[in-house]
């Protein structure tokens, strides 16, 4: 398809076309940098002579951390908690969102849900109470703890809900008339139709869950617990602990504090680099189409 432009419009593309590539450009720069770092020796970094390429390119800071047993305890934790966690998010924001999704005829009290759960959204309980009821339930140093807590999105729902309502309502009532109820209506005909909008909100909670690292600290008393973006935050603490051995402290003065952060952040990165590229496709379809009613 062709399109004629006017002046205008080709100017506002152009200039809309330099604004993005600068804003790509201050996003990306940064990481390249930290990339750069976690690769370069430690006198190249107190000297400041790495800037966006590795300076004495050395994998020690990235041997440290996975070297480390607890790193890979942590690793498996999160790992657990993403599949945990992402499950449960996608299965609670499904069935929410195909009720609330109905026309008040359908559904009378649809209205009274839609703002108890929009409610919370503004409000919460607080993170004392929150640590309180986790610790009264007997969750506090489980996997429990750091699933349950956010089980329910309601922004997840919301999105899920105005996709469910683009969903033909003739496509239903043929379903009512061959007999359907509403879970077979659901899981066999509204959710294949909404592929785009679960990979969204799968996409949302497997990042939401990977990088999370307070509930973590708060709720976890016991170090071998942690999940990794927990672990990963409190390593450079622990490489100035008086436990550290003598061995290990001769290695660590071999190494640069910003480039084992570095390490951390670029390990911790990979596997979202990895998933995201399979659910891209789906991402701005989801968010478009799930957006076109209130």
């Not at 809309?16 to 390249?32: A, G, K, M, Y």
């Not at 998010?89 to 359908?106: D, R």
């Not at 935050?233 to 952060?261: M, P």
Request: glycine letters at 6%; charged letters at 15%.
């Amino acid at each position: 398809m062709l399109f004629n432009y006017t002046q205008g419009q080709k100017i506002f593309n152009i200039f809309n076309l330099i604004f993005l590539t600068l804003t790509s450009v201050i996003c990306l720069v940064p990481f390249v940098h930290i990339l750069a770092v976690s690769f370069s020796e430690d006198s190249a970094i107190t000297g400041g002579l790495v800037s966006l390429w590795p300076v004495r390119f050395t994998l020690d800071s990235y041997m440290y951390v996975i070297e480390k047993d607890a790193f890979w305890r942590a690793f498996v934790v999160t790992l657990k908690r993403v599949a945990m966690g992402t499950t449960l998010n996608v299965f609670l924001v499904i069935l929410l969102a195909y009720p609330l999704s109905k026309s008040k005829e359908k559904f009378r009290t649809r209205s009274i849900y839609v703002w108890f759960f929009f409610f919370t959204m503004l409000f919460s309980g607080g993170l004392i109470p929150s640590y309180i009821l986790i610790s009264k339930l007997g969750l506090m140093n489980t996997i429990w703890a750091l699933v349950l807590p956010g089980a329910v999105t309601v922004f997840n729902i919301i999105l899920m809900l105005n996709f469910f309502r683009e969903v033909p309502e003739e496509i239903e009532d043929a379903a009512n008339i061959d007999g359907a109820n509403h879970w077979r209506t659901l899981w066999q005909i509204y959710v294949p139709l909404s592929t785009p909008a679960i990979a969204t909100i799968t996409l949302f909670c497997i990042v939401g869950h990977w990088n999370s690292w307070f509930d973590g600290l708060i709720y976890m008393s016991n170090s071998e617990n942690y999940p990794l973006q927990s672990y990963l935050q409190t390593i450079v603490v622990k490489i100035n602990s008086v436990t550290t051995s003598a061995t290990e402290q001769i290695r660590l003065a071999k190494l640069n504090d910003r480039s084992i952060r570095g390490a951390q952040m670029v390990v911790a990165s990979v596997p979202i680099l990895i998933v995201y590229p399979f659910l891209q496709k789906y991402f701005v379809s989801g968010i478009r189409l799930g957006s076109v009613k209130g």
